[in-house]
């Protein structure tokens, strides 16, 4: 009785292992190969697989997923003998997982070998100036022989990522002394730009500034001219119309004479012949019988009127005016009476246009 309990036991114990090892679950984006008695056998794929137990037996299960290696940093020599230290990112699939499996022992290892040959090759025929801008070139390099030499071992290479390129620490400070020497070189040609453009702006403006000031000087100028021709012409035309007599031509030539000596320097001055013919005009018209009327007396003597005193009195006032002022700048009363030209028998005046006085002449 205890020996066929023991032994159902043993038949329900093995039941249950076959069981278990009959059936095998691979999760979503795996894949396990199956070897029969040592030799491959088929592939499982995702999801519920049944296997002979003790016959088949299932080798561990990879990863069909896009994977992402990064390998360390590898020294490489470029062509102008630099060593430089280059860290690249590998991006790869397994599209058949047979190929990985029996192909290549480990293929993450020879994919990484075949990185770091390929890299030299490619970097050892450059400079570190274009090594450093030619990233893209490399990597297109570098994912186009990776491709085709992991083909054969079930794995596609995706992308391959150059991450970090470091140059002896010696080189980083010539490229840093380049670099600031570069960027203060193009500071001063845009500082100098600047100025200059600035200097070009300031001389544009100063010329258009200096055009429109004569312009506007040349158009007050023109317009004054206008008017003080206008001016000229409308006294001018004013006086012809208005007829103006001896008398009152003499009396403006008596308020003009205090004037003309006024200044410090005028030591010649000129008189001309009509300023004592009008003198005299006016003294005979001031000395002259008038003829008789309600201020004549009845002996037929003239009387002068209060108009004509006025008019006398004015007239002396201006003539002593001009005596002082002539004594002031030097020249006395008798110099002035020199200056009237002779008057003939007829009281007509010297048909000279003018004396000139000088101050060493006597009378």
Known sequence: MDAAVVAGIVIAFV???????AVRIVPQARAGNVERLGRYYRTLGPGLNFVIPFIDRVRPLLDLREQVVSFKPQPVITEDNLVVDIDTVLY???TDPRAAEYEIANFIQGVEQLTVTTLRNVVGGMDLEKTLTSRDMINSQLRGVLDEATGKWGIRVNRVEIKAID????????????MRAERDKRAAILTAEGQRQSQILTAEGEKQSAILRAEGERTSQILKAQGQSQAIDEVFQAVHRNDPDPKLLAYQYLQVLPQ?????????????????????????????????????????????????????????RAAAE???????????????????PALGADGVSNPDPAHAVRPDERP
């Open 260 to 316: 003309l000596a006024q200044g410090q320097g005028n030591t010649m001055w000129v008189i001309p012949s009509e300023v004592t013919s009008a003198l005299n005009t006016l003294s005979r018209a001031f000395t002259e019988s008038l003829p008789a009327s309600r201020v004549t007396g009845a002996d037929g003597r003239h009387e002068r009127s209060a108009a004509g005193s006025e008019a006398v009195a004015e007239a002396e």
């Open 15 to 21: 039941a249950i292992l076959t069981v278990l090892r």
């Open 167 to 178: 140059p002896p620490k010696t080189i980083k400070d010539a490229m840093e002394k380049q």
């Open 322 to 340: 001009a005596k002082a002022a002539a004594e002031d700048s030097e020249l006395g009363p008798r110099q002035i009476e020199a200056r009237r």
């Open 92 to 94: 790869f699939q397994v």
